[in-house]
């Protein structure tokens, strides 16, 4: 068993990756600052089963204190790292980009030498599908050019990549960069498109659709990216880019008229233009991620949608 450190380990996905890494009988050393970039009471709900484990140890603070992170590295000694701490959102970015910045480069930065000080050689570095920009090629493969990210969040994550690989190069670390393609499930951050669209039809209000509901998502339910992670943890050797995805489109109208089928409550829809920073398509190959990983997804949007608003709320 290893002893595994994930940063950002109270958000969406980190809080999954932590239960079914203890599950699985790891160590899980978590890392998170508790921003205030939505409700502080989500991640405190997210870490309260964790904390009830004897595996898990919570440290509070910033990936960008140095002075921090050395502590926790070198009080825990862990084997391997998941680095999924940022500041995420493709809209909030262009609003302030030198914040995302600064958390989502100086961050993995700090992170790096970390390791490198300490010795620690694996790491599963969350990337992000945004880094494709308006790919007229689809599915997206991890060869196809991405130097054109349409957003700061997606151009943080690219560079975030090449940090990676040149401490890859420099000193040897293994790295695996997954690019996550638009993760949804329980514990998904209140202001994601389908926790939004859930909430409102439920509430009986309209549902905000930017553009004609012609874009198209590669919906990834969050059991299967933790799956992904978890046999990045296990594989990472080297240095790759590894797509993750459902391997499947759905246009965002279906989206919106499949949560309303999933809930069995009628919907309203409002259209407005599309926002700066949206992509008309997502779509991932994932022959790379089922050749490294054994990556098979086996959520369908529908089945996903059913299991995070039907069946996890009654357990």
Do not use: W
């Not at 205030?36 to 709900?45: A, C, E, N």
């Not at 690219?158 to 670390?173: I, P, Q, S």
């Not at 498109?193 to 039809?201: E, T, V």
């Not at 797509?243 to 919907?267: F, H, K, M």
């Amino acid at each position: 068993m290893k002893r595994v450190l994930v940063t950002g380990v109270a958000g969406f996905i980190g809080s999954n990756l932590a239960k079914e890494l203890l599950v699985s009988e790891h160590e899980v050393i978590g890392i998170d600052n508790f921003d205030s970039f939505y409700d502080i009471k989500v991640k405190l709900d997210n870490i309260k089963p964790l904390a009830e484990h004897e595996k898990f140890h919570l440290f509070e603070g910033d990936i960008r204190n140095k002075e921090f992170m050395s502590k926790v590295f070198e009080s825990t000694k862990p084997d391997c790292v998941v680095h999924l701490a940022a500041r995420a959102g493709v809209r909030p970015s262009i609003d302030d980009p030198e914040l995302y910045f600064d958390v989502n480069i100086n961050g993995t930065i700090t992170l790096l030498n970390t390791m490198k000080d300490n010795g620690v050689k694996d790491l599963v570095f969350a990337s992000s599908s945004s880094v494709y920009g308006n790919n007229s090629k689809t599915p997206f493969a991890e060869t196809d050019n991405v130097d054109n990210p349409i957003s700061p969040y997606a151009a943080s994550k690219k560079a975030g990549e090449l940090l990676c690989f040149t401490y890859h190069h420099l000193y040897k670390m293994n790295i695996f960069c997954l690019r996550f393609f638009t993760v949804y499930g329980h514990n998904q951050r209140p202001e994601m498109a389908i926790q939004q669209f859930g909430r409102l039809i439920r509430q009986g209000r309209p549902v905000t659709m930017y553009g004609d509901g012609n874009t198209r998502r590669d919906y990834t339910f969050i059991d299967d990216i933790v799956a992904g992670i978890i046999a990045s943890i296990d594989k990472v050797n080297g240095y790759e880019v590894i797509n993750l995805g459902n391997n499947q489109t759905v246009r965002l109208s279906d989206l919106i008229n499949e949560i309303g089928t999933v809930l069995a409550l009628p919907v309203k829809i409002e259209q407005k233009p599309i926002q700066p920073g949206d992509v008309e398509i997502t779509y991932a190959d994932i022959s790379k991620a089922k050749e490294l990983l054994g990556y098979y997804p086996k959520h369908s949007i529908k089945e996903g949608l059913f299991k995070m608003f039907i069946t996890d709320l009654k357990h």
